[in-house]
Each structure stands twice: as C-alpha cells, then as structure tokens.
C-alpha cells in the first residue's frame, strides 16, 4: 500500500489544472491510499476519484494558520509520496519517502499551468485535467437535462467582475446560436454558476426570450456540475473554474479571455479554444486589477467574434 499525500490548490480551475498529476499517481500506483488537502472551495471535486480516502480542508487562517492545521493533521503519518503543488514549506516537515515540491523557475518563461504542474513530478509529457464523476451525478445530469436535443452551457459569472463578458451578450449570442439556421439550432441553454452568480444568470435568462431556458447555477454540487457539463454539445463562459471543468468534462470548450492570459489559463484539451478581448495583461497587472477593478474589462469582445469562434469548434468536434 502506497501513501500519498497530494496539496493542491484553493481555487476550483486550479484544482483543476492540477488534476492530472493526481491522475497521474493514481495510474501509477494501484494500491495507493491518498489524501488531498486543499481549499473548501477545491473540496467537492475529489469526492470521486479513485484512491482518495481522505479530504483534510483547509481553511484559511489568520497568520498562515491553516498550514500548521495541515502539519498537525499528516504529521503523525509516514508518507510514502508527498507531492506539493503549493510549494509550501509544510511539506518539507512531513515524514516521506519521496517529496515532490513545486518550485518557482524563472529561466522557463510563460508557461500554461498544466506544464508547470507536470514540472512537479518532472513528467515530459503533460498528463492533461481530469474530472472524476459518480453515479449518482451522472443521475442528477439524466434528471436535470434533456436527451432528445444538444446543449449550449454558458457561465457567464467569474471570479472577479473585470473577467466577465456583459451578460447582454451572452444572451444575444445564445440567441444567434439556437435560431434556425444557427450552429445550435433548439438547443437548450443551461446556465451555471455557484451560489452567489444567481443575479448575472437571471440577467442572461431574461435576455432569452421563449427558448428552453435550464437555469443549474447555486443549484449542483461541483461533480454533479460536471456531469451536467459533459452533456453539453457546447460550453461558452469567462476565465472560471467551470470553465476548466467543462474542458475537463471532455464538453467542447469556448473561453472568453481578456485581462487573464491564456497562454497560463486557457482551457486545456483538444476541444478546448479561446477567444480575446483587446491585449492581454501580464500577471502582475492582472493582481493589481484583482484588487482594485469594479468593472468588466471585457467590452472589446464582440459577439460576432464569439459566434465566429463558437461556430469554428462546433465544425471541429462534429458529433456523428
């Protein structure tokens, strides 16, 4: 039996990004008992994969608290693997085996956050993203969505307020895609988000007119999420963690990027496309925008352009 402690991120798309290095272990090791500690927000998403017996959630505390909680809760344990993707100090106080630290690496340029997390465990190859599903999402997904027509998702919330496209369009792109004669034409519109998006839903929602209007937002838990996510013949949405889910999911996947960059954040996989909003901004513009912008910096992106792209993915993963 291999024990393995795995540390990844707070953050759902950067738990996300990070998830094929624990499919990685998981393959690798076939007798491995794992243990993720991660962010509360991260959590729901291990609650299926293989070899996970345990969820140490961290919450943040003041002074760097949370991390000595995580030193208290695995010190007692002899480790066989601990792999960081924080690179924390907490890992280098654990009894392990083999101990696997992300380090920072200035020499290696921008690289997409997939690549960096294969760094970790020096993988020549990046082992993609995963999303671990169970029946019982796959359940919610049947109950919840319709199976006699495609679905068009769209997320049109995010993190922060200047990564989101106006909600106006993403109605009037929906709109444009479900017509007759459009890429979609009777699709079902699912709108997703978390608990707190509910307003920028009912926003697009109301924007839509007669159309089979699904509204799934403060309403799944993140694997339920996910399995609703790979029905969709297409998934539209801001820089988000449901935009990295879906990639992950395996749904054709449209990213509408603008302050962030892609070239770190784009959703990863061979169905998975961006489209941009005006020039990007480096990382360190978009920390200092995270902490002082109210407003959307998405305006330059037009629908046109997003129906263009969208219309170019669906031609690339035409279903038989």
Known sequence: MTRILFITATRIGDAILNSGV???LIDAHADARITVACGPLAAPLFRAAPGVERVIVMTKQKGGGHWLS????????????????RGSLTSWFLWAGQRYVKRPNPKSGVRHRVEEAADVL????APGTRLWLDAAAQARADAELPADRPVLALSPAASAVFKEWPTERFSE???????????????????FGGPGDEAR????????????VIDLTGQLDLVEAGACLKRARLFVGNDSGLMHMAAAAGAPTLGLFGPTDERLYAPWGEAAQIVRAGDRFDERERRALADTSTQ???GALQVDQVERAARELLAQTERV
Do not use: C, F
């Open 296 to 298: 959307s910096l998405m």
């Open 122 to 125: 020096r993988l020549e190859t």
């Open 22 to 24: 624990l499919q990685h």
């Open 70 to 85: 995580l030193w208290r809760q695995s010190v007692g344990q002899r480790w066989d693997i601990v792999v960081d993707m």
């Open 173 to 191: 792109l929906a709109l444009r895609l479900t017509a007759p004669g459009g890429a979609l034409p009777g699709a079902a519109i699912a709108l």
């Open 201 to 212: 839903a009912k926003a697009v929602a109301q924007g839509l007119g007669e159309r089979t």
